[in-house]
């Protein structure tokens, strides 16, 4: 059984390649802290170069990627996932389900009461809040924290996330957990996308997507 939270999955750079981040705002990110606290958490690597990076890190990068791609100012950020450490008691603020946008700022939803507060100074949202990027991220009713990872870049016809149970945090085919780099590495050395799809049980449609996006 994985630990999400301690144990490490991934390498940032391959962390970044999934997600679609530049190696380097990665690495940057891995260094920023709010409220004392790292913005997107690492563990010690068994060795120099090794996985860091555990599957609610994953997620935390996805999020402050996603909220960064709506303009949102880096200081919401913080405010936000400083705001769910200290009243909520989770210190992976943006691995949170409490967290949401509109695009403008950075809201916590107070479950308890249903209420929705600006973080920082706790002011009620004027606009509809829209959270469309929590929807790449699939929650158990029972579980802190996500089960899963939808990475968005791929489309409905070939959902692939990333889930700590499979492939060790490589991507996988949702619908049958077939490794993303299995389907492609067969692509690659010139196999048909009609064998392919006869190797892993795919239909075309769903490796010629895959391939489409990750070859």
């Known amino acids: 059984m994985i630990d999400k939270v301690q144990d490490a999955l991934l390498t940032p750079s391959d962390t970044a390649r999934y997600l679609g981040i530049p190696r ?3 690495h940057s990110w891995l260094a920023e802290k709010a409220a004392g606290a790292p913005l997107v ?3 010690p690597p068994v060795k120099r170069g090794w ?3 555990p599957f609610v890190a994953v997620i935390e990068a996805y999020v402050l990627r996603s909220l960064r791609e709506l303009k949102l100012g880096k200081d919401k950020i913080r405010d936000a996932a ?8 989770n210190p992976y603020g943006l691995a949170d389900r409490r967290i949401a946008t509109d695009g403008i700022d950075v809201f916590v939803h107070y479950v308890d009461t249903d209420e929705l507060a600006r973080a920082g100074d706790r002011q009620m ?3 509809e809040v829209i959270s469309d990027y929590l929807n790449y991220i699939v929650w158990e009713p029972s579980d802190a924290y996500p089960a899963r990872l939808r990475l968005r870049q791929y489309p409905d ?3 692939v996330v990333i889930d700590p149970r499979f492939g060790w945090g490589a991507p996988v085919v949702a619908r ?3 490794p993303v780099e299995a389907v492609v590495g067969m ?6 996308s009609e064998t392919v799809a006869d190797e892993y049980g795919l239909t075309v449609d769903e490796v010629e997507a895959v391939v489409r996006v990750a070859a």
Do not use: D
């Not at 400083?82 to 008691?89: C, L, Q």
């Not at 692509?187 to 048909?192: K, M, Y």
């Open 24 to 26: 380097s705002t990665m």
């Open 41 to 43: 958490h690492t563990v």
């Open 82 to 89: 400083a705001e769910i450490r200290n009243v909520f008691g």
């Open 125 to 127: 949202p004027i606009r």
């Open 51 to 53: 996985p860091s990076v």
């Open 187 to 192: 692509w690659r050395a010139g196999e048909s």
């Open 157 to 159: 016809t070939a959902q």
């Open 176 to 178: 049958n957990k077939v």
